[in-house]
């Protein structure tokens, strides 16, 4: 096997900086980096993907919107590409700012721990223009309204709320002293997903699982994939969301669920009211 030539190694270096510089929330350095890598390969579809990105956050929707249309025009159906052309678009007719990702969200609070760790629909979420605000992997609150469990971003926008069944067993959770901490998987108007992670656990809710259905065996029941990188870094990842649409009824082996990752992680099932139903009528 020939060795990688130097301009190959280059690229790959300017590759991994740019994207750490946008797990560090360096948007002007995540910028400058992918600027000089377009700058000899003008074809890297994910450096102009990473671009429009970074002018994203910035604030500079015309030009993330230009560095869009150029992925397109190549590759048509690149579901990146058009995901956040439709969000940069929405911004843009609304005239709304996105909400800057300014610290890269604790990678430690999503490693995957059954039980411990759910992906959830949102139900009733906010308008696309409102929903296009925000990035994966943006973090939220929880807050009780009327009975439901409400998501909020940072900024006190409301996103959206919880199925009311997984919603009211978490309320009842928190109100006897688990702590919880969330944030954004995918901000489709269509599907909009929120993770969630128990990171305390109260003496009284000691022989309570938080999100049943989401410690049983991989293999009885349907599975949501959620790329990797997400638990292990947080809001960096430009596609993250894209796994986490797919439902496969047959479990892969961890290469094939989640693609381009250094360490292939147990990926995290979507939350069913039939799974709740099953774990209350056990604990009853």
Not at 28 to 43: G, H, Y
Request: glycine share 6%; net charge negative.
């Amino acid at each position: 096997m020939a060795p990688p030539s130097e301009s190959s190694v280059r690229a790959r270096a300017l590759s991994d900086q740019a994207t750490a510089a946008a797990l560090d929330a360096d948007w002007p350095r995540a910028l400058e980096l992918n600027q000089k890598i377009l700058e000899t390969s003008a074809d890297d579809v994910e450096a102009r993907n990473r671009l429009g990105r970074a002018y994203i956050e910035l604030g500079k929707l015309e030009e993330a919107k230009a560095a869009f249309t150029e992925v397109l025009k190549s590759e048509p159906y690149n579901s990146i590409a058009i995901r956040n052309q439709t969000r940069v678009i929405a911004l843009i007719e609304h005239r709304a700012k996105p909400n800057v990702t300014s610290t890269r969200t604790q990678p430690r609070l999503f490693i995957e721990d059954m039980g411990k760790t759910g992906i959830l629909r949102v139900i009733n979420p906010a308008p696309q223009h409102v929903l296009a605000k925000y990035s994966p992997g943006a973090e939220c609150e929880l807050r009780e309204q009327e009975g439901l469990l409400a998501l909020h971003a940072r900024d006190g926008e409301l996103v959206g709320f919880l199925e009311p069944k997984v919603g009211r067993r978490l309320i009842d959770l928190l109100r006897t002293g688990n702590q919880y901490v969330a944030a954004i998987v995918s901000t489709d108007p269509q599907n909009p997903r929120i993770a969630i992670r128990e990171i305390s656990q109260s003496p009284e809710n000691a022989s309570r699982i938080s999100f049943p259905g989401h410690h049983r065996p991989a293999e009885t029941k349907e599975r949501a994939y959620v790329r990797g990188t997400f638990f292990r870094y947080g809001a960096g990842e430009e596609d993250l969301e894209e796994e986490g649409e797919e439902v496969e009824e047959e479990t892969p082996s961890p290469e094939e669920a989640i693609e381009e990752t250094e360490a292939a992680e147990e990926p995290l099932p979507v939350d069913t009211e039939e799974e709740d139903d099953t774990e209350d009528e056990a604990e009853e």
